[in-house]
Nanobody, 124 residues
């Protein structure tokens, strides 16, 4: 399984970015293959941002990004995306896509597969 994240960069406060994650080694929608986005800021623990369940019936967003970030997936491209809007300096972090876990509304997940991360920096 490989997850290739891209789309990070430097953006001003209030700006937008779209992260992409191309997946190989399994098919989106397969059993127990939820996908998600996580981030880790300097000096902080990695935290979940969003996830979509295997069936696509559940989409979870962490409270800090609700209303600003939108996660989506494209089965034809076997890819997932994170549209980030109204970015804030506190969104600065390395963003990771992850897969092979169960996405529910608990906010606690244990993915078995991780991408390499893409840096997002929001300047004030």
């Amino acid at each position: 399984v490989q997850l290739q994240a891209s789309g990070g960069g430097l953006v001003q406060t209030g700006g937008s970015l779209r992260l992409s994650c191309t997946i190989s080694g399994f098919t989106l929608g397969s059993y127990n293959t939820a996908t998600g986005w996580f981030r880790q800021a300097p000096g902080k623990e990695r935290e979940v941002i969003s996830c979509i369940s295997s069936s696509g019936g559940i989409t979870y967003y962490a409270e800090p990004v609700q209303g600003r970030f939108t996660m989506s997936r494209d089965s034809a491209k076997n890819s997932v995306y994170l549209q980030m809007s109204r970015l804030k300096p506190e969104d600065t972090a390395v963003y990771y896509c992850a897969a092979k876990f169960v996405c529910d509304y608990s906010g606690t997940y244990d993915p078995r597969s991780w991408g390499q991360g893409t840096q997002v920096t929001v300047s004030s």
